[in-house]
């Protein structure tokens, strides 16, 4: 199936270090959405971003969308350890019965306290 | 109020057989989406359904067929069972196909 591509695929930090990671494709996306996943869960909603340009905030995350709609990326600042996780981004394509959301790979992070 | 809620949370199936997850959207919610996400991966875009008809069909075969119900739940059937069917399969539910989609904790299906 279609991905997008995600980078780094994994990240170990310290506690309250930033973090940045982010996603990039060939096709061009109308939305971009970040999610968070933690074992045994299904994914979170952390931002959803809808226009080219756009810059958006959630508390420590900050997540933009990239002006050629072809990326995105998500950054956390001050870590902490309930961060640990695996991120993933989401781009929307297509229109009326062709709307789909492809997929990264995901990143996972993991905070040492 | 309530989430979004997939029943059985765990299952486990023989090659051959066939399964059935179902999914309660979040009131108020008329879009149901539903992906499978094998391990390390990200989610796989399998059906939407919003009004209770088909809006979106992802790259599966035709052993994958989903409903959706007057009160907006959802039923996802796997017939014919393969090893490489094991996954956690997801259920998302919008206000609207292009609104943000809210997941429930999945069902985690194993076939041996």
């Known amino acids: 199936g279609q991905q997008l591509n995600q980078s780094p695929q994994s990240m170990f930090i310290q506690e309250g270090e930033d973090v940045s990671m982010n996603c990039t494709s060939s096709?061009?996306?109308?939305?971009w959405l970040w999610y968070k996943q933690e074992p045994g869960e299904g994914p979170v909603l952390l931002i959803a971003l809808y226009k080219a340009g756009e810059l958006t905030s959630n508390g420590r995350l900050t997540a933009q969308f990239g002006i050629t709609r072809k990326d995105s990326f998500l950054n956390i600042s001050a870590s902490i350890p309930s961060d640990v996780g695996i991120y993933f981004c989401?781009?929307?394509?297509?229109?009326?019965?062709?709307?789909?959301?492809?997929w990264g790979l995901g990143t996972s992070l993991a905070v040492n306290p | 109020d309530a989430g979004v809620t997939q029943s059985p949370t765990h299952l486990i199936k023989t090659r051959g057989q066939q399964v059935t997850l179902r999914c309660s959207p979040i009131s108020g919610h008329k879009s149901v989406s539903w992906y499978q996400q094998v391990l390390g991966q990200g989610p796989q875009f399998i059906f939407q359904?919003?009004?209770?008809?088909?809006?979106g069909r992802g790259n599966f075969p035709d052993r994958f067929s989903a409903r959706q119900f007057p009160n907006y739940s959802s039923e996802l059937n796997v017939n014919a069972l393969l090893l490489g069917d094991s996954a956690l399969y997801l259920c998302?539910?919008?206000?609207?196909?292009?609104?943000?989609?809210?997941f429930g904790q999945g069902t985690r299906l194993t076939v041996v």
């Open positions: 096709s061009i996306f109308n939305t």
């Open positions: 359904y919003y009004e209770k008809e088909e809006r």
């Open positions: 998302a539910s919008a206000t609207t196909p292009l609104a943000e989609a809210f």
């Open positions: 989401a781009g929307q394509l297509g229109a009326g019965n062709n709307r789909k959301l492809i």
